[in-house]
């Protein structure tokens, strides 16, 4: 029998409706206040005093009439501002680190990258330095009136509890995430400290596309598959993330292609991305293993001039690949497969190998049928920009939270309530 749990209460119930008006004024860009009781269900004096709460915070603004075209006044239109909370995304991986600063709107406001090789660096030394990088969006982020209310990491291997159980790319095995970065962090701004989360980093590009790249197009279950240095992977089924009994699902990069084949850093043999993550492909073309961004784009371009070493090892890659993803569509049945990070850049190439054997191996015959199932991903889906989505989202689930913490935003005046 499932437990039924405590009564709901009076404040409660509140705080459920207030994060019912906040994410309809998120979803729809802008409505009035009778728009959202029509959508939600509440009466139009229970949704004005949310309004005005929400005012209150900071969390929402007024942005000048609308008509309806009907008998009446004309309604007040709402959206959600521009200043205030934020969410911090971070993204650590092998050849450099990403920090994103997202506003409640979803909106990507400040955007560092720095190329930085951390193989073989101790984890502490990459953490403080991914710290630097933060403090410098933060400062960014305050001076467009912005105050994030958290910071999410998002780091290539498995991670659990905030902690790093094993990155066999980084060479982390059993590292502290939250806690190492999060006194960096303080270290460089004492004055506040701030909330920090992890996972993994294919999990928060996946979260990416879903809330920001196809998911806004009406794509709920797909496989996400993040082309690095190794291979990540997520699943998304009907608008959730699937993450597994202990929240390992999606190590599509160590499922294993060749039993007796290639030693991986993960301490296996034949692992896909032996023959299809980027050190692999850069070297079956000829180029450095360790070649990063600089070697990806010298592929790409010897691939648009037909060079028959740089299309070999795409055929290549791309076959391994689609063998592997082939399983993991019979298994889960997704409606798309993505192809991110240096994967959506050399999609043109990879693509046609990998639907190939989709088309050979998928047993429902769909991938045979309709090729469109296979596409590159959004721009929009990185892993920093999920990371910091996934802030925004404990915000807008919860706003009385972070609203009545104070200083998480501006307050509302009579300067700006009219705006």
């Known amino acids: 029998m499932i437990p039924l749990g405590a ?42 005093s949310l309004v005005e709460q929400l005012l209150g915070y900071g969390f929402i603004t007024e942005w000048g009439k609308t008509s309806s075209g009907q008998a009446g006044r004309p309604g007040t239109v709402l959206k959600v501002a521009r200043t205030g909370p934020a969410g911090v995304g971070v993204e650590i991986n092998v050849g450099h680190i990403a920090v994103c600063v997202v506003d409640l709107a979803g909106t990507d406001r400040v955007r560092l990258v720095e190329d930085f090789d951390s193989r073989g660096m101790q984890p502490s030394r990459v953490l403080a330095r991914a710290a630097r990088l933060t403090a410098r969006a933060l400062d960014s982020a305050a001076g467009q009136g912005l105050e994030p209310v958290g910071a999410h990491v998002a780091v290539p291997g498995l991670v659990t509890g905030g902690t790093v159980r094993q990155a066999p790319n980084l060479g982390w095995n059993r590292v502290a995430v939250e806690g190492v970065f999060a006194q960096a962090l303080l270290a460089l701004r004492p004055l506040r400290a701030l909330p920090v989360s992890s996972d993994n980093e294919a999990n928060a590009a996946a979260l990416a596309e879903l809330w920001y ?95 028959p070493s740089a299309l070999a090892a795409m055929e290549r890659a791309g076959r391994q690949l689609g063998v592997a993803v082939s399983g993991a569509v019979n298994l889960f049945d997704p409606d798309v497969v993505m192809l991110g990070g ?78």
């Open 7 to 48: 009564k709901a209460d009076k404040a409660t119930v509140r705080r459920h409706n207030l994060s019912l008006v906040l994410r309809t004024v998120h979803g729809t860009g802008e409505v009035t206040r009778a728009g959202i009781a029509a959508r939600v269900g509440l009466t139009r004096a229970a949704v004005s």
């Open 213 to 307: 790249g196809a998911g806004t197009e009406g794509a709920r279950s797909f496989l996400y598959l993040s082309g690095e240095v190794g291979i990540g992977g997520a699943l998304v089924l009907k608008g959730e993330l699937l993450r597994g009994a202990h929240g390992f699902a999606g190590e599509i990069g160590h499922m294993v292609v060749d039993p007796d084949g290639r030693p991986c850093r993960c301490g296996a043999r034949g692992c896909l991305e032996q023959y299809a993550g980027q050190a692999a492909l850069l070297s079956t073309a000829g180029l450095g293993a360790d070649a990063g961004a600089p070697g990806v784009a010298e592929l790409r371009r010897r691939a648009r001039e037909r060079d």
């Open 342 to 419: 240096v994967y959506r850049e050399l999609s043109e190439w990879l693509a046609p190998a990998v639907g190939r054997e989709l088309a050979r191996r998928v047993v429902s015959g769909l991938w045979d049928r309709d090729r469109s199932r296979l596409r590159p991903a959004s721009p929009l889906s990185d892993a920093a920009r999920g990371s910091a989505g996934v802030v925004v989202r404990e915000v807008l689930a919860d706003p009385a939270a972070y609203g009545e913490r104070g200083g998480s935003g501006p307050r509302r005046t009579a300067s700006t309530a009219g705006r």
